[in-house]
């Protein structure tokens, strides 16, 4: 039995639509053993109806499509998934599916994929490298598919860095948040993004951490999905007064992620208060980055 550990993610942090991501301290565990014969998926009694159990689920068409990949056929395959994202929500759940899938089928069969291969091959399941590099590398990552492969840069991330997460009880599936952006975009909308999207890359690397809350502003994505979200506007307010750095929809959302550099306990404790005076609820967390 071979056991995999894959992390959460959030993708695009404000104005990297589609090429930043994150990694955080959130996992998915993913066993699978070759069997005699069949697909076993083993899941938590909790897990039921949630979870496909049969040829549909996400793990296993992943790792079919690497054994595809490399002309192996499994004689049987038991699968167990211990899920802690959760699903629909913008924490990269299909992305750590993907990823983990892949991992865990190139283990069983003694690696005959390389990192950059199984990179490349989660990239184009995903349609894009946000969510499910930092899911295989862990850290702050920047990405772009360029012919035939995925360049990359993982940063780490200074220390002080946590992340508040604010997930609300209602599902928003990816589809149907990228349906609603227009295939076109001015000019302006994109200088404003590719100025803010490097901003924020720089002064990451380099500590400069007063220039997040302008540097994570976006025209790409979020004023187009903001209305999916109850109470955008008052969130992100109140996100400011309590002096965040930065605070963006997580990949397609509804979740909502806040950069944070100290109080965080305060921070969390605020917003558990002010978001439970609306209807929808929402659990708050405080979470680091998989460094
Ligand atoms: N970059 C993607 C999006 C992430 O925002 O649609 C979700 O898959």
Redesign the pocket.
């Known amino acids: 039995m071979i056991r995999v550990k894959v992390p959460a993610t959030s ?2 942090m404000g104005a990297g ?2 090429c930043l991501g994150i990694a955080l301290d959130l996992y998915n565990i993913i066993e699978a053993e070759e069997i005699e014969s069949g697909l076993k998926i083993t899941i938590p009694e909790s897990d039921r109806g949630y979870i496909e159990t049969d040829e549909r689920n996400l793990v296993f068409i992943s790792m079919k499509r690497l054994f595809d990949e490399v002309g192996y056929r499994p004689k049987g395959l038991h699968i167990n998934l211990i899920n802690n994202i959760p699903i629909t929500r ?1 924490l990269g759940s299909s992305a750590a599916c993907i990823a983990g899938g892949l991992v865990a089928a190139n283990e069983l069969i003694g690696c005959p994929l390389n990192k950059n291969d199984i990179i490349y091959l989660a990239a184009k399941m ?1 349609g ?1 490298p ?2 499910v590099l930092p899911a295989l590398i862990g850290g702050m990552t920047v990405a772009c598919i360029v012919e035939g492969e995925v360049k990359y840069v993982r940063i780490d991330l200074p220390d002080c860095i946590k992340l508040l997460v604010m997930v609300p009880d209602f599902q928003l599936p ?1 589809s149907k ?2 349906a609603i952006l227009p295939q076109n975009v001015p000019l302006q909308d994109a200088v404003f993004n590719i100025s803010r999207a490097a901003l924020l890359t720089a002064s990451l690397i380099t500590g400069r951490l007063d220039n997040l809350p302008a540097a994570v502003d976006d025209r790409l ?1 979020q004023p187009y999905r903001k209305g999916l979200i109850p109470h955008w506007n008052e969130i992100m307010s109140k996100m400011a007064e309590l002096g965040t750095k930065g605070t963006f929809l997580s ?2 959302g509804p979740t909502l992620i806040a950069i944070m550099d100290k109080d965080y306990d305060k921070i969390r404790t605020e917003m558990d208060k002010f978001l439970a005076a609306f209807e929808q609820h929402w659990d708050v967390y405080v979470m680091d980055v998989c460094r």
């Open positions: 993708a695009n639509f589609d913008g995903d894009h946000d969510n990816t948040a990228r994505h990949g397609a």
